[in-house]
């Protein structure tokens, strides 16, 4: 992408359209811009060389709200969620921040979660933001890639 990187074009988006829902595809599947564009607000992230039925799959979760990861960028962030020293381990999430992360890990949107709670999205959003700081991660696919290294929840 000729100009401004991939990123800084994902935050400006973000920034003008908060709701609108990105999904990356990308020739890179290193760590680094893959955790670049999650941080910058992306839904999901595919690489280039994956089979065209699970870029479909891809795009079909993210357009119904969902999140998206290509399976050896899975990989990688999990490796590197393993590793990190720096997390907050002795913070409790409450039982209804446990349920959105469950929910979560399905890869649910926040409506979805809310219908599931029956709570209002605004609730859902507040314990997403309550438990990803308890956590220590900047957003939900961190959010369930911590999770599933810590036994919380299974996919």
Do not use: F
Not at 28 to 39: A, F, H, I, K, S
Not at 53 to 78: D, F, H, Y
Not at 89 to 112: A, D, F, H
Request: aromatic share 4%; net charge negative.
């Amino acid at each position: 992408m000729p100009g401004k990187k991939a990123v800084q074009v994902l935050r400006a988006l973000q920034k003008e359209e908060p709701a609108l829902a990105v999904l990356v595809l990308s020739a890179y599947g290193d760590l680094e811009n893959v955790r670049g564009m999650l941080r910058a607000g992306a839904r999901g992230y595919l690489v280039k060389d994956m089979d065209p039925q699970a870029i479909l799959e891809g795009i079909r979760a993210v357009a119904s709200g969902g999140t998206w990861v290509a399976p050896k960028v899975m990989q990688g962030l999990m490796e590197y969620t393993a590793s990190e020293q720096a997390e907050t381990e002795n913070e409790e999430l409450s039982p209804r921040e446990r349920e959105v992360l469950q929910l979560l890990g399905k890869g649910y949107s926040n409506s979805r979660i809310a219908d599931e709670m029956d709570v209002k999205e605004r609730t859902v959003r507040l314990h997403l933001e309550n438990l990803m700081s308890k956590m220590g991660v900047d957003n939900r696919v961190e959010a369930v890639l911590a999770a599933i290294r810590r036994g919380w929840i299974d996919l």
